[in-house]
């Protein structure tokens, strides 16, 4: 099986997260403004099964297509068929592998927050991911990163790249969902640096 038809934890940490402070009043909500979804675009890279951008969805994040490469395609379809009644329509899909620049640009970049949750796990795939997240990022926009070590080589390569590109903000573990903080899945936010 694919790895793209398995549902893995850090997409459903990140949700939870988004649930927990999405609408919690603005006076003490340190996320009010970021999680504030009106009229915003959003893409996800590497969704699988389409977990994360499902859940945002619900959440409010109305303007959102969730892209994979081809052989994650059909079952991500299947999936959003499944979820259609609980969804109210079929959310919108693209095949996008990372290192592809024409598929990048038929989405139309930028968007106001690109989603991605689990996607570093190969040590060749970090350079496009990255280049990816950046092109699709738009300078005011935020990329929401559910992140879990799955390749010591590939942990190193995508922070020291990183933060080239971005400024780097982890999610203190007593902001995530209760029920939804495992010591390994963290949540970051990333800026692009102008
Ligand atoms: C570990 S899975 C995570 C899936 C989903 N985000 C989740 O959390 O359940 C990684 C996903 O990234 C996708 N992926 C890997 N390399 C990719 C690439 N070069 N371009 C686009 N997607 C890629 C895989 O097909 C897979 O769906």
């Given amino acids: ?31 009010a403004a970021l999680l504030n979804f009106n009229y915003k675009r959003a893409v996800e890279l590497g969704t699988g099964c389409g977990v ?3 859940g945002l969805y619900l ?14 395609m059909p079952a991500l379809k299947h999936n959003l068929k ?4 609980v969804l109210g329509k079929m959310l919108k899909t693209a095949q996008l592998h990372w290192n592809n620049s024409d598929q990048i640009n ?10 991605a949750a689990d996607v570093v796990y190969i040590e060749e795939s970090v350079a496009p991911l990255l280049a990816a997240m950046e092109a699709m990022v738009s300078d005011s926009g ?6 879990q070590v799955r390749s010591a080589e590939a942990h190193a390569l995508f922070w020291e790249q990183c933060y080239r590109i971005f400024g780097v903000e982890m999610v203190p573990h007593e902001h995530l969902h209760p029920e939804y903080a495992y010591q390994e899945s963290d949540v970051y936010i990333l800026r692009k640096k102008l």
């Avoid at 959440?59 to 994650?72: C, F, M, Q, R, Y």
């Avoid at 499944?82 to 009644?85: E, H, I, L």
């Avoid at 935020?142 to 992140?147: D, K, Q, S």
């Fill in 52 to 54: 994360a951008a499902m």
């Fill in 59 to 72: 959440l409010g994040l109305k303007d959102v297509v969730l892209t994979d490469i081809a052989p994650v």
């Fill in 1 to 31: 099986m694919h790895v793209g038809t398995t549902v893995w934890p850090c997409s459903l940490v990140l949700v939870k997260f988004v649930e927990r402070w999405h609408q919690s009043p603005s006076a003490d909500n340190p996320y």
């Fill in 142 to 147: 935020f990329v929401l990163l559910g992140y």
């Fill in 106 to 115: 038929a989405l139309k970049p930028p968007f106001d927050i690109v989603i």
């Fill in 82 to 85: 499944r979820n259609k009644p």
